[in-house]
C-alpha cells in the first residue's frame, strides 16, 4: 500500500492509503475542519526524518537535556528555553526546537 504525505493548512500526515481518495477520507476522518494543502506520494514504504534537518547533529542526547531543563522550569516553555542554551552553548532557534519537539511529546 502506498505511503502518501498530506499537507494540511494545520498538521502534515503521513499515512497508507490505497489511492489519493483515500488518503483525502483519512485527512477529512481524523480532521475534519483542515483543508488538503499539497499530498505527495512518497516514492518507498517509509517515512524518514533527518536529524541534522532539525539541527539535532550534537554527539550528546537533545532530548534527555530538553526534559532535564522543562523539569526545571517546571514546563515554562521560555525558561527551559534559556536553560538550554545556558546548558549546551547552543543557539536560540536550536533550543527552541528541542524544547518544543519534547513538549509535544510529553516530556
Known sequence: MPLFEVETDAHIIITWAEDEANANQVVRDAYPGDQVIRMTKRPRDTWVISKGALGLTESFDPCGVARDC?????????????????????????ARKVIESNMVMGW
Do not use: F, Q, W
Not at 75 to 93: C, F, N, S, W
Open 70 to 94: 522543562l523539569s526545571k522550569a517546571a514546563g515554562d516553555k521560555v525558561h527551559a528555553i534559556r536553560l538550554y542554551m545556558l546548558e549546551t552553548g547552543g543557539d536560540l532557534e536550536s
